[in-house]
């Protein structure tokens, strides 16, 4: 078989797969993984997580880590259930948890379990800072890109496979081909797909802080100190996971406005005080 035919052969079988729809874009995204069993994989890998490490508990930065991670899924099930998706997150299981790490990290896994180094928090600063990356976190997985990026490593395996098979007969096009199939897949599939659900989660995120009654103004602030924090090291933006600090903070800037229209839909026309 042909390497265009063995390609076009597995495009028609992926287009028969699931798909789910994106609740904040309404578009159809890849979920060759239910989140029926997406999620069960998350808490178990969570708790994991949790047990190596040490958890912070009855500190007023745990207790601000938890109270911020509340609001925001309120925020997020108010906006779910004005926007027509009501019982979106019947299955998630909510949990916020603060951890002992100089790592500059926070992350949720899918189903809503939630993770916050200490490193992170000198960046943050404040209250404020920390809803602006609860938000980002919490975004991701609303919009199921966990299991969109699952979905995506398959295509890639898949393609990696259908090459090797239609190309087995001539080695020096095998060669060619893995040669270039790996770095091409990256820098023009997996890590463009990887930023376009940055810039996508900045979006959904500010949104949802807003909400929260948190000011969509400092989202921007927080990625300048992310920024400076970086000392200049990061790649090129075209080979990174991320969008550069430059494109985040100018984007931010412009999503603001937009958040606060959208927080005014939900009677939000002041924000916490930030400290």
């Not at 916020?96 to 100089?102: G, Q, W």
């Not at 490593?153 to 040669?179: C, K, P, T």
């Not at 900045?202 to 924090?229: F, Q, T």
């Not at 969008?243 to 606060?260: E, F, G, H, M, V």
Request: glycine share 8%.
């Amino acid at each position: 078989m042909s390497l265009k035919k063995s390609i076009s052969l597995l495009i028609v079988v992926i287009t028969f797969i699931s798909c789910a729809t994106n609740p904040f874009t309404g578009k159809k995204t890849m979920a060759f993984v239910s989140n029926k069993q997406l999620f069960p994989m998350a808490f178990a890998q969570y708790n994991q997580v949790l047990s190596e490490n040490n958890v912070v508990t009855g500190t007023s930065d745990a207790d601000m880590i938890t109270r911020v991670g509340q609001r925001i899924a309120v925020a997020a099930e108010r906006w779910l259930n004005a926007n027509g998706q009501q019982g979106y997150l019947e299955d998630y299981k909510w949990e916020y948890k603060l951890i002992e790490s100089e790592q500059v990290n926070a992350w949720c896994m899918p189903g809503g379990k939630i993770a916050f180094y200490t490193g992170i928090l000198p960046i943050a600063q404040n209250e404020t800072g920390v809803a602006a990356i609860m938000g980002h976190e919490v975004a991701h997985a609303l919009a199921n890109h966990g299991q969109q990026r699952m979905s995506a490593a398959y295509i890639q395996q898949g393609l990696a496979v259908a090459g090797n098979v239609a190309l087995a007969n001539d080695q020096r096009a095998l060669g060619i081909f893995n040669q270039s199939y790996g770095i091409g897949s990256q820098v023009f599939g997996m890590l463009p797909f990887s930023r376009s659900h940055e810039t996508e989660a900045d979006k959904i995120g500010v949104y949802l802080m807003a909400i929260a009654e948190y000011n969509p103004d400092e989202a921007a602030e927080l990625w300048k100190r992310m920024k400076a924090n970086s000392g200049g090291q990061a790649p090129p933006e075209f080979l990174s996971t991320h969008p550069s600090s430059d494109t985040r903070i100018s984007n931010l800037q412009k999503l603001a406005p937009k958040a606060k229209a959208e927080a005014k839909k939900f009677g939000v026309t002041t924000y916490r005080p930030i400290n």
